[in-house]
């Protein structure tokens, strides 16, 4: 039982609600209360109102309890806290080991569709036979900005002479595009796995159908595909600035670094919105847009710090030289994905700290459930 008072805000916040609540449902719940007590004070049962309004007293009694009680800086500590502990409970370093292995599966057909998209888009100011080498000089230049290592940039450039070397071929396509369907959707269900295991949700059993699975897998799909075509425009875009930043600033002497800060915001803007729709459509969870805005920004900053200190990483290091050229080009793949998946599973569990402890918390689709982990001793 709660009474209203003037410190009791959270409770005349809701006689506020019931006061503008609509007619019919105003007269079912006046028709609930009990009566006006001497002194004006009107005793609130949660029984006597509905699920909705009981929930709403909840959320406004803990918000009221979260903004007085703490301050600013002891919130940010506890969405860094969060963030961490949540990193380590749901064990994000095996969830990021197996999205490399399907990452590294999907590669080469990935590959090959980006160089035949690419291809096509360059046969429009280019001759076939230069279309092609542009495509690949492109991606080769992409690859050694990301890795940082010249023999993994040696991998790639190997796997697009191979694809280059075998295309033309209608069955070359066709395996190729089988072959993206299997590793990307591997890669899809990964990604999706590992965000509900970082958000506490699963997909509900009982209204989980074959169809509804199989549908949720193919709109992830085509997102991760249309989010593909968007990060190759940005690659594009970024490659005719810096080429047009090196023409101007030898022509009218154009400061070449702000050509570079220009190519940076274009890959920056690109980065956000990939992990802004990932975040709000791939999981089995309803998150707010202003969370995922913030879960976004923290995430890109987080991606490209991240990225920065593994290129310094593997340009001064060489892991797997002893297992051959081969092998180590291998492990260095493997290390620049495995760790650019734990960037992005810390940067899903910073969403949720923060929309647990600022934002309204994600909450499980009408397709999903909550996962409640319990231990049970036994003696």
């Known amino acids: 039982m709660f009474r209203q008072s003037a410190s009791n805000r959270a409770v005349a ?43 709403h007293v909840g959320i406004l009694q803990c918000r009221d309890r979260r903004r007085g009680d703490q301050s600013i800086g002891w919130r940010v500590f506890k969405v860094i ?71 993994a940039t040696e991998q790639i ?42 958000w506490s949700v699963r997909p509900d ?31 594009v875009v970024s490659t005719i600035l810096s080429a047009i930043g090196a023409r101007l600033s030898s022509v009218i002497g154009m400061d070449e670094v702000l050509a570079r800060g220009i190519n940076n915001g274009v890959q920056f803007v690109a980065t956000f919105v990939v992990f802004a729709a990932v975040f709000k459509w791939m999981p089995d969870a309803k998150v707010l847009w202003r969370d995922v805005a913030v879960g976004a920004l923290i995430t890109t900053l987080l991606f490209l710090a991240g990225r920065l200190g593994l290129q310094w990483y593997l340009s001064n290091s060489d892991p797997g030289a002893q297992l051959g050229s081969a092998a180590a080009s291998l492990v260095v793949i493997l290390v620049w994905v495995y760790y650019s998946s734990m960037i992005f599973l810390l940067g899903a569990e910073a969403t949720q700290a923060f929309a647990s402890v600022y934002g309204g918390g994600i909450q499980p689709d009408r397709h999903a459930v909550r996962v409640v982990e319990s231990i049970q001793r036994t003696s």
């Open 157 to 198: 450039t190997s796997i697009l002479q191979r694809e280059s070397d075998a295309g033309g071929h209608w069955w070359k396509t066709l395996l190729s595009f089988a072959g993206i369907l299997v590793g990307a959707t591997g890669v899809v269900g990964a990604i999706q796995s590992s965000l509900n295991r970082v």
């Open 13 to 55: 916040a809701t006689e506020r609600d019931l006061r503008s609540t609509p007619l019919a449902l105003a007269y079912k719940l006046r028709s609930k209360m009990p009566e006006v007590f001497p002194g004006g004070e009107r005793p609130i049962r949660f029984a006597s109102l509905p699920r909705t309004m009981s929930w």
């Open 81 to 151: 806290k969060k963030t961490f502990t949540g990193f380590v409970d749901d064990q994000c370093t095996t969830l990021s080991a197996a999205l490399a292995y399907y990452t590294i599966f999907a590669l080469p057909p990935v590959l090959y569709l980006l160089l035949t998209v690419l291809v096509f888009g360059f046969s429009l100011a280019y001759t076939d036979g230069e279309a092609e080498t542009e495509a690949r000089t492109l991606l080769e230049d992409q690859a050694a900005q990301l890795l940082g290592n010249e023999v």
């Open 205 to 235: 059993p009982a209204r989980s159908s074959m169809k509804t699975v199989l549908v949720k897998r193919l709109l992830s799909l085509a997102m991760i595909l249309g989010l593909g075509f968007l990060l190759l425009v940005s690659l």
